[in-house]
């Protein structure tokens, strides 16, 4: 009893940074339907947990982020399959993702160090916003930042247990996301120049470290039988731009000091600063430049990362000014030969910094003290309320209705069927990749894929009726005639700022209207 009081004396303002930043991430957890994206998730955790490997109803076994998927059903399996428990492992990760950079900025730097990076990561809106999506990337950000914290300490401390927590962090972040991958890309980085920068050659523990390069060395011909590295290379893009312009809003300040950190940071301990900044410029460097897809979430993972180095350009700021301050106050206070200390120059000093932070992040829309009824998640990722729009089709549908989806994920998990694909180029790369069975049915629900505006035309003369739901994005994306085709063919029955149902009726009528 009594430790465990002195520990909450000696951490209340962590602990109560940790408070704030999980109700922020679970506040009113399940009240947004899910996204298209959190329903693909969904629906192979239920799959993993009815069939035991996450498979699609199409037959297509679902491996990406495959962590992931056994996290959602683990809690799908004790809470039921709900939006907040799909949510939960993610809210979870967040918040000790929170505990991580504390611990990372303290062991690396100094408490305040740690408590700053805390502070930024528990308030900043995006990391909010995707500590609360049943998707990977919450965990994919976890687990990087575990591997680079645990890749330090045993390279420098070569302790056998960080090598068995290495493994298991690496193999984690790996199994989150393919973007897992590019931590080979920074240890190999950071090894060649360890050994050119200290010359290790003849220390202990030196073949270890030797063996790691090794290791990953082989990881790196994984990679590229697997088609990782060729995908990349083979892929030419300039987002340089858009994602710079992301980045000013969603960071705000912070993306200005986290280059004044990493300066900080390279001067007090080069091989530190050296390993956080590679940790985020290689991955820019491929987003960039060699993903095809432009999505602002793709950035996320490396964000706590930068977030720790702005916080050592702070500590940098609070030592600077209170030691320039000190020295004006001793020499005001000084009597002859005799000074006299102003031992409270450095509290004041940094109670006025934090009060600064407070501010600028209150000012800046990258940092929310309060919880928000909704996030912005990026162009690609549009909050549509799907479980809205299923929930008026499963009460107005009669036995014999088919469902036309332009998301089918979305159909599957809250409607628990999809009959037809409104199909469209969904990423710039054609409808090949979301299709199987030679393009004929789409890999999530296993519906039928209407390709053009006469397959709408047929699909509504052979079913009396029928409903097809679009979102926004989708809407603007399918053809233009089979837009005119659906407006001027079917009655619109629910329509919101993200969503729209429609549906046709020919039961009366003895010849189909659209022929």
Known sequence: MKYGLQFIKDNIILLLILSFGLFLRIYDLGHESFWFDETISSIAA????????????????YSRAILNTFFIAVSFSFLGVSEFAGRLPSVILGTLTILLVYYMGSRWGNKRVGLLAAILVAFSVWEIAWSRQARMYQQLQFFYLLSLYLFYEYVNHRNKKHLGLLIASFAATILSHVFGYVLIGVFLVFIAAYFLKEKHYNVPGK?????IALVLVLLLGLAYNRGVISNVVQTQVNYYDEYIYFLKGN???????????????LSRDWSKGLLLTMSFIIPFYVIFFHVLLFATRYLYFVIPAMLVLVAYFLDFVINHTSEMASRKCSRLFSYGDRQYPCSKVRPIVCSITMIFLIVLMYLSPAFTFMPK?????????????????????DSNMQPGDVVVSAWTAPAQFYLGKNDYWLAFNVMGTGMEPFTVENATRDKYSNSIVIKDTEMLKNVTCQHERGWIVTDTLAWHKISPQSRDFIESNTTRQLQDPTIRVYMWDHTNESVCPSL
């Open 373 to 393: 009824e909704a996030y912005d998640l990026g162009p690609n990722a549009p909050r549509s309320d799907f479980r809205k729009a299923y929930s008026y089709v």
């Open 46 to 61: 239920i799959s993993m947990i009815e069939n035991g490997i996450p498979v699609f109803p199409s037959g297509l076994f």
């Open 251 to 265: 960071l705000g300040f912070a993306l200005f000091f986290a280059v004044p950190g990493a300066t900080v940071l």
């Open 207 to 211: 073949k270890s470290v030797l063996y």
